[in-house]
């Protein structure tokens, strides 16, 4: 499948809160293409959810090194770094 294929797949699992199955589409767009901004910023979105704060701060940095512009990388990353200065 094109990589526009797994965009749309991990956006749609991930709106419908399977989180699992979106991780996994993103994961298989990333291979496809290591460059997508969609990819990773699919990644960080799950990670956040799941409370992987690492995961989701390499994911939403990689996004904003693709897309600077992204405004969800920066909510992605902002809210992280909020619950990393949490006890």
């Given at each position: 499948e094109?990589?526009?294929?797994?965009?749309?797949?991990?956006?749609?699992?991930?709106?419908?809160?399977?989180?699992?199955?979106?991780?996994r589409?993103?994961?298989?767009?990333?291979?496809?293409?290591p460059?997508?901004?969609?990819g990773?910023?699919?990644?960080?979105?799950?990670?956040?959810?799941?409370r992987?704060?690492?995961?989701?701060?390499?994911?939403?940095?990689?996004?904003?090194?693709?897309?600077?512009?992204?405004?969800?990388a920066?909510?992605?990353?902002?809210?992280?770094?909020?619950?990393?200065?949490r006890?």
């Amino acid at each position: 499948e094109p990589p526009a294929f797994w965009v749309r797949l991990g956006q749609a699992y991930f709106r419908a809160q399977r989180i699992g199955d979106a991780r996994r589409a993103f994961e298989r767009l990333l291979c496809l293409a290591p460059d997508s901004d969609a990819g990773h910023l699919g990644l960080a979105g799950c990670a956040l959810l799941r409370r992987d704060l690492d995961t989701a701060l390499h994911h939403a940095r990689r996004t904003l090194e693709l897309r600077p512009e992204s405004p969800f990388a920066h909510l992605i990353l902002g809210r992280a770094y909020e619950w990393l200065s949490r006890p």
